[in-house]
DNA sequence: AGCATGTATTTTACTTGTAAAACACCATCG
DNA sequence: CGATGGTGTTTTACAAGTAAAATACATGCT
């Protein structure tokens, strides 16, 4: 859980076409899956179809995947009183160990620093977190869990966890072991190149 | 290109650990790649060794790869000077190649009705969007493309589409199709049941 | 016809995020 | 030492979305 902020869309682009051979179905199913994306290709493909859809297929359902996986998943997130940027930056603090600074917590959510501080002086009037100025260089606060804060975020996760796993087991264990690794490969080498293309 | 809207988050969730057996690489490669969200994952599982953390490598990684996609993404759109919502809009009505309702739109594109009628209003303004009064139903107001919307929208698709193309290709194509086929299953499952678990 | 109810759309009040400017402070160089 | 420039953080002005209330109609019932 966790991550930065997110609101994914709707529908979009490419088809597979560019790809290459394989079609649908990952690994043990038999049936193409009829999602939403797929309708939306189809309406693109039969209006323009010289197109080349491809992309769409991969950048649209994840952008959907994203929106519907968070909707679901705040779930637990709400009833605790938290959005999703709140959890994250708790978060990072948990899991980190140890105290960071505003930007620090930027980097760690991926989110502006304007949005850190706004979000820092909420959940420091709420007492879950602390700050603390830095001795050396005065320009710097030192941000930390207060136990409360602690609290919160080691009863939340496990809820969270076990709610996110419900809602993937609708794929085989196999299949979610084939994504997260795909994924992490796409992943892997957009956060590498990253701004070297720029259409 | 373009799904609704978007903003996906940073790195999140439970590990592949729940999942099975395959590890990482999902076709050709061999490297384990080594992404944020894996070192997130880390970070929790040496905080809380015996929490689940396999939901987080697949969903924390949907979230992260939407978030840089989209960013990315954008940049085509912002060129001409519309923001992703809007050309959702504007795409919704050029595919589906007939008049659309508010409410309608709103479907296709996964926003609220407010979100809708404050899109129309500046698309009207500026001429990308005409409005028609329902004949039968006043309350009604049926949207259309202006020519120099489709124009907008039919000169943008392929710049959208090009550069999608070239962000993916940092997959070969059978991981592409693979990736494809994947989220196809998870999102036809998920546009199936959501609803259903409610944690 | 007259009214209760339901639906399509817009409006209102408010929340949250962003970009850019403002602050506050360190550090270095002359 | 005092100006110059750079960095960490916050503030400001603004853009955009949301939920809930308000509007404006249509419908069905009696």
Redesign the interface.
Known sequence: ??????????????G?G??????????G?GA???????A?VR??RS??PA????????????????????Q??D??LR?AGLS??EF?LL?AL????HELTPSELAK????SGAAVTKRLKQLTERGLVERRGDARDRRVAHLRLTDAGRDLV?GI?????A??????S??????????????????????G??GA???
């Not at 994914?8 to 682009?13: E, I, N, R, T, Y």
């Not at 297929?57 to 519907?68: F, K, M, S, Y």
């Not at 709610?163 to 993937?168: I, K, Q």
């Open positions: 859980m966790t991550a930065t902020s997110g609101r994914p869309a709707a529908a979009s682009d490419a597979r560019a790809g290459g051979g394989l079609d649908d179905e990952g690994v199913s193409v899956m009829d999602d939403t994306v797929a939306v309406q693109w209006v323009h197109l080349d859809t491809g992309p769409m297929e991969v950048i649209g359902r994840i952008n959907r995947c994203a929106a519907l996986l968070q679901a998943e779930a637990p009833r999703r940027p994250d978060g948990r899991r980190t160990g760690e959510t991926f989110s080691d996760l496990p809820e969270q966890l709610y996110e796993t419900a809602v993937l609708v794929l085989a264990p196999e299949g979610q072991g084939e994504l997260a690794g795909l994924l992490a490969e796409l992943l892997g080498r957009l956060e190149r990253m293309l720029r259409a």
